[in-house]
């Protein structure tokens, strides 16, 4: 279907899922909200795409929510009148919060390429990911609370899980700038790479490398990281052997299996 705010390309079976509104340097309005499951939705649809990256066009990856547009679209988010309006405005956080959602539990790998400016909903955005790649320019901030609101994206729950609860702390409550370099040290990201251009083909390279792997195993992968997340060794270690036990014979094991007990009787 045709978006908005987002643009699909699709190269053999990597898609790339593009925040396609530079001229505002993808300021987050009501179509990034609204769009962002349905587009996931559509990648998960397709059973030709293996993996997909989350990248931008235009000068900065995104500079976050736009407040002015949800101020003008949605007024009463300023009023208080009770416990009815609190119920709506609890529902309409829970509405935006399902395409971040959706990208985290997608059972296809993420990857975002993020450059310049990666901004309060940005950086939820980047957070839903499975890995990131940034280039050397990015600048990342957790401003939420510079504008009065408590972070309510993801940002709070999945940045401890990368870069440590002291570190999401600190950067959720001075809502600081975070350069190319810190965000390696802490883990935010993996790889800097030098410019936009060699960010994207890095990413695309890394892509297409995990698109020769096999769809189900890298399901299974991200689905028992995502699970494991609060417990402890033990309980992940059966849960693990748990999934196995049901998955672990895909077409591919089973024909290396095969592969290795030829060889052997040669």
């Known amino acids: 279907m045709a978006f908005n705010f987002f643009l699909i390309e699709k190269s053999g079976p990597v898609a790339t899922l593009w925040l396609n509104r530079p001229e505002k340097r993808n300021f987050m309005n009501w179509d990034f909200w609204h769009e962002l499951p349905l587009a996931v939705a559509e990648i998960n649809a397709d059973e030709s795409i293996k993996v997909f ?16 547009d949800f101020v003008e679209r949605f007024r009463w988010l300023g009023e208080s009148g ?4 609190n119920q709506r405005l609890h529902e309409f956080v829970l509405t935006l919060q399902k395409g971040m959602r959706a ?5 296809k790998p993420s990857l975002a390429a993020i450059h310049r400016h990666c901004i309060g909903g940005g950086l939820d955005l980047v957070s839903a990911c499975d890995i990131r790649y ?9 401003r939420e609370v510079k504008v009065a609101i408590v972070a309510d994206m993801g940002s709070l729950q999945r ?27 802490l883990g935010l990201v993996t790889q800097i790479l030098p410019d936009k251009d060699t960010l994207y083909a890095a990413a695309q390279k890394t892509a297409a490398e995990m698109a020769t792997n096999s769809a ?21 270690m059966d849960f693990v052997a748990l999934y196995n036990s049901g998955f672990l014979q895909t077409a591919e094991f089973v024909q290396m299996a095969k592969s290795f007990a030829e060889r052997k009787k040669k």
Request: charged residues 25%.
């Open 53 to 68: 990256i989350v990248a931008a066009k235009g000068a900065s990856f995104s500079i976050g929510l736009d407040l002015p």
């Open 82 to 85: 009770g416990a009815e309006a």
């Open 103 to 107: 990208i985290a539990d997608s059972p």
């Open 134 to 142: 940034a280039s050397q320019d990015v600048i990342f901030s957790l």
């Open 159 to 185: 940045l401890p899980y990368i870069i440590g609860e002291g570190a999401t702390r600190e950067l959720a409550l001075t809502g600081r700038d975070v350069a190319a370099d810190e965000a390696l040290r």
């Open 216 to 236: 189900l195993v890298m399901r299974g992968v991200k689905y028992v990281m995502n699970k494991q997340r609060g417990m402890d060794v033990d309980r992940a």
